[in-house]
Each structure stands twice: as C-alpha cells, then as structure tokens.
C-alpha cells in the first residue's frame, strides 16, 4: 500500500522534522517536540487513494455532515479528517472565485469565513463547491482552473487544518445522505439521479 501527501505539502513536513535534527543537541525533550509535530504534519497532509463505493454524486470531503436538505450538503472536516478535496462528478470547471472573509469555527456561519467557490457545469447542469476556511485553516489550495475538465473522484484542492465544504446537487440529483452522517472524499455516494 503506497503512502502519498498532498501536492505542496512537503514544506510542511519538511521545516519540522529539520528542526527536530537542529535542535536535538541543545534539547531532547524540544527534538521529540518537533517529531511529534512532524508526525501530526505527515497524518494531516496524507492523500489516500479512494474508490468510489458506487454511482452517483460523491462526497468532495472527508467528515461529518453538519446540514444536509434538498440540494445542499455542508461537510465539517475536523483536524483528523483527511483535507484533500476532489470533484463529487464529471464536469468541466465553468468558473473559480475566491472571496475573503473571517476566519471564525467553521460550523458556525460558515460563508462568512474567507471561501473559494468552484462552478462545475456535469452532464445534467451546473453545481457549486465551496472550500471554507475555518479557525486555524488561513489557506484554501484550489488545484483547479475554469476550463479545465474534471473527472468524478479526481483531486481539486485542500484546505488546512480544519475547515468546511458545502456543495448543491445539480439538477436531477437526490441527496442520499443526512445530518450526522460521516463522509469520505471520492468514496461516499452523497446523491443519486433520480430515474
């Protein structure tokens, strides 16, 4: 089983663990510190491979459903979760916007907070998928750009160290899925067409 961290993440992991070594003869107690961060660092940024568990609409993050009704999902990804996103459909990326904000708990009004906003036109009509940022997430990574066609599962972006994901249904989509629900991005069926 092969191991992978999120594309730009290797800084991060890379400055603790250098500190670790730079450290070490002046505090073992601090080197064991930096290692512990370093190890938090590698679980954070991991990048799993996932498979989809059948047809439909997937999930673009990992978590917990916090509001779900007929066209939107809100996901809360905690600091556990793995922060990858990927695009819940086929589709070519109509537009990408990103809008400043504060940086609040992100179940909590959670627009309010910096955002980005991806617009996917898919097969039966466009959807939206927004990355927020939360408390101690300061960075939405958006990998994607208008124009750029996207296939169902693949990797958009991640945001930091705890954030949220809300993303509408497009037309001719039933949310499957409901409050409380735990989640996995490019894994969990989060909406079927309708027959």
Not at 99 to 104: A, L, M, T
Not at 120 to 147: D, H, N, Y
Request: aromatic letters at 8%; one cysteine or more.
């Amino acid at each position: 089983m092969s191991f992978r961290l999120a594309p730009g993440s290797l800084p991060w992991v890379a400055i603790p663990f250098a500190a670790s070594i730079l450290v070490y003869p002046l505090s073992i107690a601090l080197s064991l510190i930096f290692l512990l961060v370093t190890a938090f660092m590698i679980h954070f940024h991991r990048d799993p491979e996932r498979f989809p568990e059948g047809e439909g609409m997937l999930s673009p993050a990992d978590g917990r459903i916090v509001e779900a009704d007929e066209r939107h999902i809100y996901i809360f990804m905690g600091p556990m979760d793995v922060h990858v996103n990927r695009s819940p459909l086929d589709g070519v990326v109509r537009s990408v916007e990103f809008r400043e904000g504060d940086h609040s708990p992100a179940f909590r009004n959670p627009l309010r907070n910096a955002h980005s906003i991806i617009e996917i036109e898919g097969e039966t009509g466009r959807f939206t998928l927004k990355q927020i940022s939360g408390m101690a997430a300061r960075r939405v990574v958006c990998w994607v750009s208008p124009g750029e066609r996207l296939k169902r599962g693949q990797r958009i972006g991640m945001i930091r160290f705890g954030s949220g994901v809300i993303v509408t249904a497009p037309p001719g989509y039933r949310i499957t899925v409901h409050k409380g629900s735990h989640v996995r991005a490019g894994q969990t069926v989060i909406a079927e067409l309708r027959e």
